[in-house]
């Protein structure tokens, strides 16, 4: 599945401006480290696949999980955080990618 659908699936998970979705995508066992740090922060994990997922978690949460996931040896994690309220983001049903622009810098999740 790409990650578009699962984004475009799971976006509706994220109702209020308060909350942030970080997806997480990389190897599976890392993927794990990444869910267990969402948990610990009073998130919620949502993914079917063991490769990829997405925390739901308050705004203020974002600074320790991206800090918590940065502890994982050898990291190949790719975490891209998404605010609550879904600014900046963009989904096409033909597209494999989305776009979230932040604070001037664009990002493109494959």
Known sequence: MHLVAFLATALPLV?????????????????AAAKVCCKEITGSWYGPYENQGICVLPD???????????EVKDSK??????????????????????????????????
């Open 15 to 31: 109702p209020l401006a308060a909350l942030e979705a970080c997806v997480a995508g990389g190897p599976a066992d890392q993927v």
């Open 60 to 70: 203020w949460g974002t600074k320790w999980y991206n800090l918590c996931v940065s």
């Open 77 to 110: 994690l790719d975490i891209q955080c998404i605010p609550g309220d879904g600014a900046g983001l963009t989904l096409s049903a033909e597209s494999t990618t989305a776009t979230v622009t932040d604070a001037g810098s664009v990002v493109t999740i494959l």
